[in-house]
């Protein structure tokens, strides 16, 4: 019954109640056990009503089980998926086009927010990672790189710590990121901070805080929202103070960087509203899906209200995913 629920208010926007459920869904049962159903559901903190004499809507949790029940998504319809096909398949020569496009599709298919966010591959290697002492509570991180460079960068320690242990989060350090790729290093660094405990995830941490400037965290952030331009039934975000502060989010980009960075561990993640963990986006429902192209790994996402078309989303960021595997990215 929960499905039904969420379907028809995705679909209207209005609360729903047990005649509009059996209208619309064609259901069998009377109105009353269907009233009884909405009840039990809405006490177990499913639905809820937004007044007192107003059908019912679905909640965060409510929303959560009805993601969490999906299963397979049905495939993206044939017109949808050829301009997908129109507007992503060609060769590009510079990610950052691809970043743009790739987010001003998603918000005009979806109407909601197109997110993109890609990691172009740098093709240098950590040869190794060393840090030379200048003074009791700093030193110089000097970070050798294959084929042929060096970053260095200056740290502050907290303490004075024992030049073993400086020696030893070294090589603790070295073993986690020496052989791989520049732009998967940030990610190794966090990781080993977070099974890490002690003086040497202190001093990991200090070189974890350079990482902008020592790594360049090659993260390029593009999103859409062309919904201010159109006629959209859409409750939510007719919200001026909504708006306001998904823009002046959207406006801080080291936040996003920061909310979506940590998805690339799935390859599809949905977060609906306070589980964002952002106050201004507690609003929301967040669905990113992570994607290799050439030259290239990165996040498809769409930003809308909790009230989306989960199945429509999922189905188009598969579609783009793949459509991005096969693009080339370069200058012949």
């Known amino acids: 019954m929960l499905r039904h629920v969420v379907d028809c208010f995705v679909a209207t926007g209005e609360p729903v109640s047990s005649r509009m459920l059996k209208s619309r869904c064609r259901l069998a049962e009377s109105t009353a056990h269907i009233r009884s159903i ?7 903190g ?4 937004p007044h007192v004499s107003a059908g019912r809507v679905p909640s965060d949790r409510g929303y959560r089980l009805y993601v969490d029940q999906m299963g397979t998504v049905d495939a993206l319809s044939r017109p949808l998926a050829e301009r997908v096909q129109r507007r992503i398949g060609q060769d590009w020569s510079d990610v950052r086009d691809v970043m743009a496009i790739t987010s ?7 109407s909601y927010m197109g997110l993109s966010m890609g990691v172009k591959h740098s093709r240098s290697i950590v040869e190794r990672l060393e840090i030379a002492r200048l003074q009791p509570r700093g030193g110089l991180v000097v970070l050798t790189l294959i084929p042929d460079a060096v970053r260095k960068v200056y740290v502050e320690f907290s303490k004075d710590y024992p ?13 986690r990121v020496a052989g791989h790729p520049l732009e998967k290093v940030p990610e190794r660094l966090e990781a080993f901070l977070r099974e890490t405990a002690g003086m040497e995830r202190e ?11 020592l790594f360049d965290w090659p993260y390029d952030l593009r999103y859409y929202y062309g919904g201010q331009d159109k006629q959209i ?9 909504i708006l306001q502060n998904l823009v002046r989010l959207m406006g801080e980009r080291s936040i996003m960087l920061n909310a ?7 390859d599809v993640s949905i977060t609906i509203g306070k589980e964002n963990r952002i106050r201004e986006l507690e609003p929301f429902a967040i669905v990113t899906r992570r994607f290799q192209a050439a030259e290239c790994d990165g996040l498809l996402g ?22 991005l595997q096969h693009i080339h990215i370069g200058d012949d």
């Open 203 to 213: 001093i990991a941490g200090a070189v974890s805080r350079e990482a902008e400037y």
């Open 104 to 110: 001003q599709l998603l918000g005009e298919l979806t």
């Open 46 to 49: 499913f639905l809820f009503k």
């Open 233 to 241: 039934d859409m409750q939510e975000l007719g919200d001026p103070r």
């Open 302 to 323: 769409v930003l809308g209200p909790t009230r989306m078309t989960y199945g429509l989303v999922l189905a188009l960021l598969d579609k783009t995913a793949e459509e």
């Open 260 to 266: 979506l960075k940590c998805r690339f561990t799935a």
């Open 38 to 44: 909405l009840h039990r559901l809405e006490d177990l």
């Open 163 to 175: 030049p073993s242990t400086v020696d030893r989060a070294v090589q603790l350090i070295n073993e």
